[in-house]
């Protein structure tokens, strides 16, 4: 198994710019999720899904698009970059089995700056 | 709202020393996890330890250890014989449990970066 994977690794968009970070993971998990990550701020939900076809905002959603057509797939939209974008992102991906939620799996980041 | 807070930023310990890093969150929810993350300078995020709520014995994982104090909502990571390795930026996260959902979100505390020094 790849586990979660996240392409491109680095990227640097000027102000207004859009673009697609990709995601997928080969697990067949159910619940997918992106995060970003600032200094000093931990990491902060963006959006998250549930299943094929169902997205829901999570703590800082402004400026992003989702959507789920596949179980493997989960892409993340900036529509028009700003500054206050440049950030490191994460996928994770996690699964349940009767009572027990499992850990999330997390992607190798893409670093994104906005200039 | 969940909120999670690691009050130490920083933290510096010798090879073959024990740290405590510490942990504490806010929920009204009875059914949660509790999570310990890792991410070194790949920035790679690698979960270290789990702890389910209902559980009250501490979770174990080679020379990492939890306090889970659930009354008091603290949850500290206790590194036995440090290595080098260990240097890292580590991360408590707390996830809430909803039945028939294949997962929620992760709130997470803002990091404590530890540094292990030979």
């Known amino acids: 198994n790849a586990g979660v994977t996240q392409t491109p690794k680095f990227q640097v968009l000027k102000t207004g710019q859009s673009m697609t970070l990709q995601c997928a993971q080969d697990m067949n998990h159910e619940y997918m999720s992106w995060y970003r990550q600032d200094p000093g701020m931990g990491l902060r939900l963006i959006h998250y899904?549930?299943?094929?076809?169902?997205?829901d905002q999570g703590e800082v959603p402004n400026g992003y698009n989702v959507s789920r057509s596949t179980t493997e797939d989960f892409p993340l939209r900036l529509l028009s970059a700003a500054p206050s974008q440049t950030s490191v992102y994460f996928c994770a991906s996690s699964y349940s089995s009767g009572r027990a939620v499992y850990e999330q799996y997390f992607g190798p980041g893409t670093r994104l700056t906005v200039t | 709202a969940q909120t999670v807070t690691q009050s130490q930023p920083e933290m510096s310990v010798q090879e073959a020393e024990t740290v405590t890093l510490s942990c504490t969150y806010d929920t009204s929810e009875n059914n949660y996890y509790l999570f310990w993350y890792k991410q070194p300078p790949s920035r790679q995020m690698i979960l270290v330890i789990r702890q389910e709520a209902y559980k009250q014995q501490n979770a174990t994982e080679n020379r990492f250890s939890v306090n889970f104090q659930k009354a008091a909502k603290s949850f500290s990571l206790k590194i036995s014989d440090s290595q080098l390795g260990d240097t890292a930026m580590y991360f408590c996260a707390f996830m809430k449990h909803e039945m028939d959902q294949a997962g929620t979100a992760l709130i997470f505390g803002k990091g404590t970066t530890l540094s292990v020094s030979s």
């Open positions: 899904s549930v299943g094929a076809g169902i997205t």
